[in-house]
């Protein structure tokens, strides 16, 4: 569905990592199968209410020096050629993330992992790394889905305007940019959780008014 979707938009083959570069990337950042021990994620997105994989525990959890930004242009998803939106990353910087941490167990770990990969690696947009992560029960070590400087749709820390502006207009065949930011913003707080970035955005976002 979404090769057919790249094809309608004239992209090539090469719009999206192939399976063998998947996998490949995924067994470099955590071994192969007969290694795996249970895995912790690390999820500040879609992840907190929409994780896609099998999971036997979770915890609130912080991530020290990272922090969420709209960082990263698509035209797919939740945007489109006509109305690109921007997708939430995971920034270096001053303070915290908040959001909460999934452990896969070892048995379950490589399987679902690879179902991870495909979700979220699938244009290279992030930056797998194994970071250490706070929870009230103890520190963990957590796979995180970080920001790629590299690669060639990421744009940075915007002006807070300037995300608004594109979040307000944007939509793809899975919403509009602002139901994400909604979605998201109401997740954190029903977790009890808070981020003045997201909910400056969207107050800004609102005060638009475009949809």
Known sequence: MWDQRARDQGRGADWRWSDE???ATRIALLGPAERQHDLWVFGYG???????FHFAEVRLAELPQHRRRFSCR?????GSPEYPGLMLTLE???GRCSGLAFRIEAAVAAHESGMLWRREMIRGIYQPRLLPVRTPQGEVTALVFAANAAHDDHVGELALDEAAAIIARAEGVLGT??????????QLEHLGLDDGYLQQLLQRVRQLGLR
Request: overall charge negative; aromatic content about 10%; charged content about 20%.
């Open 177 to 186: 940019n602002r139901q994400y930011l909604e979605q998201l913003v109401w």
């Open 92 to 94: 270096p910087g001053a």
């Open 74 to 78: 698509t035209a797919l998803g939740r």
């Open 21 to 23: 570069q998947l996998e």
């Open 46 to 52: 879609s992840l907190m209410w929409d994780p896609g």
